[in-house]
Each structure stands twice: as C-alpha cells, then as structure tokens.
C-alpha cells in the first residue's frame, strides 16, 4: 500500500520540486480508479537532483521489479545517469520521472499545475487539461478507461460551475 | 488552455462511466479523495489476500 501522505511529505520536506502526475493527479482531481504508486515528474537541475536524491534515502529506494540484491544506489550520479525512475520505497511505490510522453519536463508543465494543499502540505499537481493530453498522447490502452473518466470530470466540473 | 477534439474511442468509454461516483468526489476536498484511495487500496490489498488463500485451499 502507498503511503501518499508521507512520500508528498518526504519529498516536501526536503525541497523537491515535482509535479504529481498520473493515477495520483486524477484522485487529485476526483476520479475514482484505484491506483497504487505516486507518479511524479521532478525539475532535472542538479541542487533538485540533490534534494530527490536526499528525500528518498531514508525510505530504502529500489527498482521496482528488479531482483533483489542488485547493487543499486540511489544517489547523485544514478539519477544523473538515468532520466525516469520506478521505484519501490518503505512508503510504498513511486515513479520519479524526469520527462513524461506527451508533456515533457517539469519546466514543460509547471505552467499547466495547479497548487493543492493536501496532508497539511502545498504540492503542484497537474492541471485536469493538461493530464487528459497527456494520457491521451501515450495512447495507452490501458489509459482509455482513466481518460474517459477524466474527461466526464472535466464536464461534471464546467457544468456545476455554469450552474 | 484548447479542448481536445472528442475520441469516438473514449467517447465510447464515457458511456460506461459512473457519474455519479465522480459527483460525489467533487463534493469532497482533495484530502477526502485521497482517504477514500487508500481505503480502496487497502480493500484491494484484502480482496488479493482472500484470493490467494483460497486458490492454495482448492
């Protein structure tokens, strides 16, 4: 199970600057599907890199899926060597992305987020638009249930505020 | 921000959508949103548990 409260507070305290994405954007948002990790895309700049770096290792980072006993770091240099991250923590499942398909970086998005103040905490989450055309651009499949159901969020929410 | 131009896919999908689950979560705060995927979180974690147990008793 994901601890949502204390990965946003982990990844808080320590100064991130991310944009939750994903599963988590759309309960975010209102939808109802179940979802199990916490997607987020955070700013690829090296004092960032530092503080994602920082935030997660306390919480025994590791490569979701991987067998165990690889000699994985979760440090400075990994996330610098590599871009997307899915990862497994003591808080539960977690997808550090540096770049989404369809949206891009964090600085490609940050004009799409909105703040939203959860668990005594602000975090930028991505915008209802802008989610829907991301999840449209992976053209997923499996994404066409969250899209549809997105987008009758979006129309719910334009019509209680035309009443 | 431009709408999307409608999907006959996801137009197709939409259908099948519970309205009325998403009217009630519209009425919750964000904080609310995210107990209630926790509960489901948990309740699918319990669902998977009783599963497995009974797939090792037959």
């Known amino acids: ?163 | 921000m431009a709408r999307l131009e409608s999907d006959p896919v996801i137009e197709a999908y939409k259908k099948d959508v519970d309205r009325t689950l998403l009217r009630e979560n519209l009425k919750r705060s964000v904080e609310e949103r995210f107990q209630s995927l926790i509960a489901l979180q948990r309740a699918a974690e319990e669902l998977r548990r009783a599963g497995r147990e009974a797939s090792r008793r037959t």
């Open chain 1, 1 to 163: 199970m994901t601890d949502f409260a204390g990965l946003l507070r982990a990844l808080s305290q320590a100064g991130v600057e991310f944009i939750v994405v994903g599963g988590a954007a759309a309960t975010a948002h209102g939808s109802a599907l179940l979802t199990f990790d916490l997607d987020v895309v955070y700013r690829r700049s090296p004092q960032n890199i530092q503080r994602v770096a920082a935030a997660l290792a306390p919480h025994a980072p590791y490569l979701r899926g991987a067998p165990a006993g690889l000699p994985f770091r979760w440090d400075v240099a990994t996330i610098e060597r590599g871009l997307n991250f899915t990862l497994t923590t003591d808080l539960g499942a977690i997808d550090f992305l540096g770049e989404i398909t369809g949206g891009g970086s964090y600085e490609d998005l940050l004009p799409h987020a909105v703040v939203l103040k959860v668990f005594d905490l602000e975090c930028r989450c991505l915008g209802l638009e802008k989610l829907i055309e991301v999840k449209r651009a992976a053209g997923r499949p499996k994404d066409f249930e969250a899209i549809a159901q997105l987008e009758a969020l979006l129309e719910e929410r334009d019509n209680q505020e035309s009443r």
